[in-house]
């Protein structure tokens, strides 16, 4: 199955968390904004205690975020693949292959990692389905 854009994979965020109920509740202590920048585009995730509550897409003028992920179109596309290759499986296997950066307060990333990293994945999931 074909991955669809990364623009589209983003956008349709808020349907895919928001229609898995055991993800909300892992997410539950979250609420943050992060930034998504894919290529050349940005995208700002709002996320209320689990609930992606609205994206949306840039450019913005002095909007804050609490941290960001950073990746170029090809390697969200690659990411969102069904099955990606290695180095594309995982955000932080991106940034250590050197195509994806993160940045900001790390603190909120990391203290819900596995639901941050889950949120991102849902694309992905969806193209397997």
Do not use: C
Not at 16 to 37: I, Q
Request: no cysteine; hydrophobic share 45%; charged share 25%.
């Amino acid at each position: 199955m074909s991955v669809a854009s990364p623009h589209a994979s983003i956008l349709s965020l808020p349907d895919l968390v928001n229609g898995d109920a055991e993800l909300v509740r892992r997410g539950r202590y979250l609420t943050a904004t992060f930034l998504v920048e894919v290529g050349d585009r940005e995208f700002l995730v709002r996320v209320v205690e689990g609930r992606v509550a609205a994206v949306e897409a840039g450019p913005f003028l002095m909007r804050s975020w609490t941290f960001a992920l950073r990746a170029s179109e090809e390697a969200w596309r690659r990411f969102w693949e069904p099955t990606p290759a290695p180095g594309y499986h995982d955000l932080f296997a991106m940034k250590k292959l050197g195509v994806a950066r993160i940045e900001g307060d790390l603190v909120p990333l990391m203290a819900n990692l596995r639901y941050v990293k889950d949120v991102v994945t849902a694309p992905r999931r969806q193209a397997r389905a």
